[in-house]
Structure formats: structure tokens, C-alpha cells
């Protein structure tokens, strides 16, 4: 992600129901500070990756996606989080943007990703599961899960 991919940013975030925005940001309030775009926008792609995913649409681009990992401290441990616009969810796009990600990240020395869930999605937590992620703990109505990633030379 780059810092001219802001207004895809937004765009995507316009297109993005009240309860998505929820799951994704544990908040009520979506209305995003200038420094908290710049925070989500202009990365460092080395302990603050994200990438996102963009269709042509009536022949412009726009946001449908973003995935990104924030390094926990100096370790190798990252937690992960994906967004994706309701009418591209479940179509394969958070799946493939955190194939992505992972690969980016193994690039950055992140062998681990982490994820917080709240635990009433018992749909997603088992589509994580699905994809390798295991349960840490669970506590407060929100559910740890984590993925060790696979070396692909491996």
C-alpha cells in the first residue's frame, strides 16, 4: 500500500457495511483522524505491511480489500487483520490478499501471524481454522488465533 492508494482506501471504506467495519475495527466510530489514515495508508512494508486488492469498475479502480500485518516488538510475530468490501466477501479475495501478505511478510523475517476475532463469528474463526489458524485463547467475547507460516521452499 502507498500513500496515493488513500483515496482507494476510502472509497472501499464507503462501500463497507457498519457490521464489517465492526468485525474488522472492534469500534462504533469510523470516522477515521487525518493521522489515523496516514497510520493506515503509509506504511513501512517491513513491520507495518498491507497490501490491498482493486477491480476496475465502469473503467476506474477501486478498493475492494486490504490485508496487513503490524510486527508485535522486535520478534517475528506479526498480527494480521483483512477487510473486504461486503460484495467481494466470500469470493476467494481475503483468502488470496492473505496468501500475499504472507509471502510479503516471510520476506521481512515474520514467521507467525496472530489474529483477533470476536468470538460470536463462529463462521469466520472456522474458515480460519480451515486455513491453518489455531485457536490461542479466548477471552472478553474476542477470540486469539494464530498461523505459523509455511517456508515455501520447504
Not at 28 to 49: A, C, G, I, M
Not at 80 to 105: F, I, M, N, P, W
Amino acid at each position: 500500500m502507498l500513500p496515493e492508494d488513500r483515496a482507494l482506501f476510502l472509497n472501499g471504506l464507503e462501500r463497507t457495511s457498519t457490521a464489517t467495519l465492526r468485525d474488522r475495527f472492534h469500534t462504533e466510530n469510523f470516522r477515521f483522524s487525518p493521522s489515523r489514515l496516514t497510520y493506515l495508508t503509509e506504511v513501512d512494508q517491513k513491520n507495518h505491511l498491507a497490501i490491498g486488492a482493486t477491480i476496475r469498475e465502469a473503467g476506474a479502480e477501486i478498493g475492494i480489500g486490504v490485508a496487513r500485518c503490524i510486527r508485535s516488538g522486535e520478534g517475528d510475530t506479526a498480527e494480521v487483520a483483512v477487510t473486504v468490501v461486503d460484495d467481494y466477501q466470500h469470493k476467494g479475495v481475503g483468502s488470496l490478499l492473505v496468501a500475499e501478505l504472507a509471502r510479503l511478510a516471510r520476506t521481512q523475517g515474520i514467521n507467525r501471524f496472530t489474529a483477533y476475532v470476536p468470538a460470536e463469528r463462529r463462521g469466520l474463526i472456522n474458515r480460519l481454522h480451515g486455513r491453518g489458524f489455531q485457536m490461542i485463547e479466548c477471552h472478553d467475547g474476542v477470540a486469539l488465533l494464530g498461523l505459523r507460516l509455511s517456508n515455501p521452499s520447504a
